[in-house]
């Protein structure tokens, strides 16, 4: 009898801890990254009628391949939702009503051809001004998108160096807690939970390599090789003012005494943003500054070659600009009035001979190396705009397709991982029906034993 007592003792202690592992998975269904527990029994076997069962510990259900894909997929998925929401911010920049520069060149050459008739006329005249102000104003307004993007990557890349180490610093602490627990085997399912989250969070910044080492700990490093964590040391990321340009900054990472320059190839959301400034926010810059020296050097120098209301050569420019930043200091000469438009060559009244060179250059084929190409003013923008729309469009696929792949990585890790209520809630009756019966096991042990007792 007592040793019918000790099985059913047994057979409680092991029901409790089958209880509390199952409330445990339920408490945290809803908690990121949370994998599935389950308590692990033994059969007792001592005496020829066995000695029941106990608890050997609580095993953590995680396939790591379906981690590592998920940690893959986040990388991925990071990259291009990132990449998508900047092009899809450019598209609007180049495209916006107040800012396309194409319906400004429109505007300017329309009032240029309504002063053929009457270009004597200071109403005409002022006309062609506004446009000119105005066409100088749509790109002051696009160099003001553009400068606007480049503040954000390069504040989101500060914030995004400070939580990278964060989470470095974090994984080399739970390396070293895991190492402290005697390995894997030893440490509580929690713990290494919470050091996958972290490197998941990592991996949507960067695109990272995971290895094992034999006391458990594991060591993370970039794609080319550069150390991230070894064991319980953790590398320093830097962010700082690029020698050859201080507008912008360059990342380099930091281990003992080594010293690594890091470029877009980190890949995640980090390799993105320098990608994008590097390459296409660079390139709309290069290019929105070539128009604008183009319209405005065309413009100056068919001007320059004529006369004024007054029948005298011009002594101003239509437009000037800052070499530095052309499209952003576009704008229409200081004291420049309506009279001194030089629409004529001869300086008699009602010239428009010079005025019919300006109207011409919306046709004139002007070189843009930016783009590769001739072509006209208004071809070159419609041109650059396409090519932004193109990478726009190819962008927000690439996002969506990545995104899905994403949400079949974490379902397949949650299908093997993840906790199911309802089987959860199955194994609750399963093991309160369980501790039920050991405990009616204690209860008819007992009442042998009174048995015996009453029978003296």
Do not use: C
Request: aromatic share 6%; no cysteine; charged share 15%.
């Amino acid at each position: 009898m007592s040793n019918m007592l000790n099985i059913g003792m047994s057979g409680i202690y092991a029901s409790q801890a089958a209880l509390n592992v199952t409330s445990n998975n339920i408490a945290n269904a809803a908690v990121p990254g949370y994998s599935r527990q389950q308590v692990m029994l033994e059969s007792s076997m001592h005496g020829p009628y066995g000695g029941g069962v106990s608890v050997t510990g609580v095993r953590r259900i995680a396939d790591q391949y379906l981690v590592e894909q998920v940690w893959t997929s986040q990388t991925t998925a990071s990259y291009y939702e990132t990449q998508a929401s900047y092009y899809g911010q450019v598209e609007q920049v180049f495209g916006a009503d107040g800012s396309n520069i194409s319906t400004g060149l429109d505007s300017l050459f329309a009032a240029l051809n309504a002063s053929l008739l009457a270009p004597d006329d200071i109403a005409t005249r002022q006309a062609v001004l506004n446009e000119a102000s105005n066409l100088s104003l749509r790109f002051n307004s696009i160099d003001d998108g553009l400068q606007t993007q480049l503040n954000q990557i390069e504040s989101q890349m500060g914030a995004s160096v400070s939580q990278a180490n964060v989470y470095l610093n974090q994984i080399s602490r739970l390396n070293a807690e895991v190492k402290s627990f005697g390995g894997l085997d030893g440490t509580p399912p929690e713990l290494l939970d919470e050091r996958d989250n972290a490197i998941a969070e990592l991996s949507k910044l960067m695109d990272v390599t995971v290895t094992d080492n034999a006391d458990g700990t594991i060591n993370l490093s970039l794609q080319q090789g550069q150390p991230l964590v070894v064991g319980t040391s953790a590398a320093e990321l830097k962010y700082s003012p690029d020698p050859t340009n201080p507008e912008i900054g360059q990342v380099s990472l930091d281990f003992g005494d080594q010293k690594f320059p890091l470029n877009d190839e980190m890949g995640g959301s980090m390799g993105a943003l320098l990608e994008y400034r590097d390459d296409s926010l660079a390139e709309s810059q290069k290019f929105i500054d070539e128009l604008a020296v183009a319209i405005a050097d065309e413009m100056n120098a068919v001007f320059a070659a004529g006369t004024d209301l007054n029948g005298n050569p011009p002594t101003l420019d239509l437009f000037t600009y800052d070499p530095s930043n052309p499209a952003g200091t576009l704008k229409v000469s200081d004291g420049f009035t309506a009279d001194m438009l030089a629409f004529g060559k001869d300086g008699t009244p009602g010239d428009n001979s010079n005025l019919q060179d300006a109207i011409d250059l919306a046709n004139k084929p002007i070189h843009f190396a930016s783009l590769g190409v001739d072509a006209t003013m208004g071809q070159a923008y419609a041109t650059k705009l396409g090519q932004l729309g193109s990478e726009s469009a190819q962008a927000k696929m690439d996002a969506q397709s990545s995104g899905q792949s994403l949400l079949r990585a974490q379902t397949e890790w949650a299908s093997s991982s993840g906790v199911n209520l309802d089987e959860e809630a199955v194994n609750l009756i399963v093991y309160q029906q369980a501790y039920q019966a050991n405990s009616k096991v204690i209860s008819t042990a007992d009442q042998l034993f009174q048995s015996v007792l009453n029978a003296f």
